[in-house]
């Protein structure tokens, strides 16, 4: 799988949206770009995924370059509770075991 | 669905003591993981498996044992614990294709 680039920490206003940038500049054709956050001491949680296109849920929008090699993952209103350690990970459908590799994140900090 | 629950949620080990670590999904899925986190660090992978009776390494597999009995439960087996083994143990689970993988609450332990 590609290895990510993130910048360790980031700040963002209460309210506004937060853009959380991920290089992944070896990606290859079949992998997917995942991204998890990490509240505090708490399990990971899964916020969004996608190959190409770009995708949006109730947590977030995932905007993947059209070369693939960054993604930008956007929380349109932070709130404090989005205070968290933020993980872009890839991942290849040729991952036999589904694995998913962890750097070290960014650290963002939502403040009021 | 109670999704990934972990027991215990804390321990403390006495240096060369043994324990299990236990892990149990209701969700179906053929893939379970687990990982430790040191203070600071992005997640590391223990063991996996992708189905009942079939288990292997990950990044980090000394000292620890895993066996896969049943779809559901997947638990982590610590011999001679030594203090490197203090950390946070995460256990996960995915179903197949590129879905989501579900963490578990976590479990702390202290070797000292």
């Known amino acids: 799988d590609a290895k990510t680039t993130q910048p360790p920490s980031m700040d963002c206003a209460e309210g506004r949206a937060a853009n959380l940038p991920c290089n992944h500049s070896?990606?290859?054709?079949?992998?997917?770009v995942y991204w998890y956050r990490q509240i505090h001491s708490q399990g990971p949680q899964y916020i969004i995924h996608g190959l190409k296109n770009n995708e949006t849920n109730e947590m977030a929008s995932l905007i993947i370059t059209e070369d693939r090699k960054s993604s930008t993952l956007i929380l349109p209103h932070a709130t404090l509770r989005d205070t968290a350690v933020y993980y872009c990970?890839?991942?290849?459908?040729?991952?036999?075991?589904?694995?998913?590799?962890f750097g070290g994140g960014t650290r963002l900090m939502v403040k009021p | 669905n109670a999704g990934v629950t972990q027991t215990p949620k804390f321990r403390i080990l006495k240096i060369g003591q043994s324990m299990t670590l236990q892990c149990a999904q209701d969700m179906n899925h053929n893939y379970m993981y687990w990982y430790r986190q040191d203070p600071g660090m992005g997640l590391k992978l223990i063991y996996y498996?992708?189905?009942?009776?079939?288990?292997d390494k990950g990044e980090v597999p000394n000292g620890y044992n895993v066996s896969r009995s049943t779809t559901e439960d997947f638990p982590l087996r610590l011999e001679l614990a030594a203090p490197s083994q203090t950390s946070v143990y995460f256990c996960?689970?995915?179903?197949?294709?590129?879905?989501?993988?579900?963490f578990g609450p976590g479990t702390r332990l202290t070797v000292t």
């Open positions: 996960a689970s995915t179903g197949t294709g590129p879905g989501e993988q579900y």
């Open positions: 498996s992708v189905g009942a009776g079939i288990t």
């Open positions: 990970i890839v991942r290849g459908t040729y991952n036999a075991g589904n694995m998913l590799t």
């Open positions: 070896t990606i290859s054709g079949n992998e997917y």
